[in-house]
């Protein structure tokens, strides 16, 4: 993610809505975010689709990592065996 520069990367909501075609061109090209504000205070933010996708997969790895991390604080995991066997079962029962 890009950081985001107050002079270009901060527009009202009007200024937004009268060149949407430019800044939906300019987010996909410059992979910039684009911070709109509505009566003065950030309303929304707009981002390109590949920038969406990055945030969207490294927050389900982040809490991916987190139950992980939990399971393993609460004892529950499994030994290797218990493993290959659960992995059998869900297999098995896959192609039924």
């Known amino acids: 993610m890009k950081d985001i520069s107050v002079a270009s990367d901060i527009i ?3 200024q937004f809505k009268s060149s949407l075609a430019k800044y939906l061109k300019e987010i996909q090209i410059n992979q910039n975010s684009l911070i709109i504000t509505q009566n ?7 981002i390109s689709p590949k ?3 990055e ?6 790895f982040i809490e991916s990592i ?4 939990a399971n393993s604080e609460n ?3 499994l030994t290797t065996s218990q493993l ?3 992995i ?4 098995t029962a896959k192609s039924l």
Do not use: H, Q
């Open 12 to 14: 009202p909501v009007g």
């Open 40 to 46: 003065g205070k950030p309303a929304g933010v707009l």
């Open 51 to 53: 920038e969406f996708d």
């Open 55 to 60: 945030l969207r997969e490294t927050k389900l």
């Open 66 to 69: 987190s139950r992980g991390l």
């Open 75 to 77: 004892d529950e995991v």
């Open 84 to 86: 290959k066997s659960e």
């Open 88 to 91: 059998k079962k869900r297999r």
